[in-house]
C-alpha cells in the first residue's frame, strides 16, 4: 500500500490534483484503522479489518475504477490508479490473513543499509566471501528484531563459538538466547 500511496502523492505533488488528494484521504482512512489494530494478535487484526477495512477497500476500488475513463489516461494520476488496480490482490492481502501488514515499509527499512551498500558488495572477494557477508548481515538483522545490540550479540557469539560443540552452533542464534526466550514468552502470555 506504501508504494500505492506513493504513486498518488507524486501525482499530487506535480498537479494538485482533487482526484489524487481523495484518493490519499481514502488511503489514510486504512492507515488510521491499521493504527489501532497494530499490536493485536492476528485474529482479532482479522476481525477488525473484516469489519472496517474491507468496506473502505470495496468502495476505493470502485472509486478507482469509476474515476479512471473520467481523467487523461497519460495523467500521473491515471497511471496511479492502474498501479493500484494492477496489484489489488497484493493490496488487499491484509483482509485474507491477519499476520499480514498493510505495507512493507518495516522490512524495506530493514535491508535500507545493505540496498545502500550494494554497490560496495559488489567486489566481496569471492562467491563464498558474499555467502559469508549475507550470513553476517542476516545475523545482525536478526538480533536487532529480537532486541539485541548487533555489536553486543556478535561479541557474545565471537567469545564463545570457539568452545560451543559445532553440532549445538543453533543455541547462539538470537532467538535461542534465554533472555530472548523469557520475552518472547512474555509476549505470548500478554
Keep these: 500500500m506504501a508504494h500505492a500511496r506513493r504513486k498518488f502523492w507524486d501525482a499530487h505533488e506535480r498537479t494538485k490534483g482533487s482526484v489524487a488528494q481523495h484518493a490519499l484521504e481514502r488511503i489514510a482512512a486504512l492507515y488510521r484503522i491499521e493504527d489501532t489494530i497494530r499490536s ?9 479489518r473484516g ?11 470502485t472509486w478507482l475504477e469509476a ?12 497511471a496511479a490508479i492502474r498501479y493500484a488496480l494492477a ?12 499476520r499480514a501488514c498493510i505495507d512493507n515499509s518495516a522490512a524495506e527499512r530493514a535491508i535500507r543499509p545493505v540496498t545502500l551498500g550494494r554497490r560496495n558488495w559488489t567486489f566481496a572477494g569471492s562467491d563464498a566471501g558474499g555467502q559469508r557477508a549475507a550470513a553476517i548481515y542476516s545475523l545482525i538483522e536478526t538480533a536487532k528484531i529480537n532486541g539485541f545490540d548487533p555489536e553486543d ?6 567469545k564463545c563459538i570457539a568452545d560451543h560443540p559445532v553440532n549445538r552452533v543453533a543455541e547462539l542464534l538470537p532467538w535461542n538466547r534465554p533472555d530472548t526466550r523469557l520475552r518472547l514468552d512474555q509476549r505470548r502470555a500478554a
Aim: hydrophobic fraction near 40%.
Design 40 to 48: 493485536r494478535s492476528s485474529d482479532q487484526r482479522l476481525r477488525v
Design 51 to 61: 469489519e472496517h477495512t474491507a468496506p473502505l477497500m470495496a468502495d476505493l476500488r
Design 67 to 78: 474515476m479512471l475513463p473520467r481523467i487523461p489516461g497519460r495523467s500521473d494520476t491515471a
Design 87 to 98: 496489484r489489488w490482490d497484493a493490496l488487499t492481502l491484509i483482509l485474507r490473513d491477519g
Design 153 to 158: 550479540y556478535l561479541r557474545h557469539v565471537i
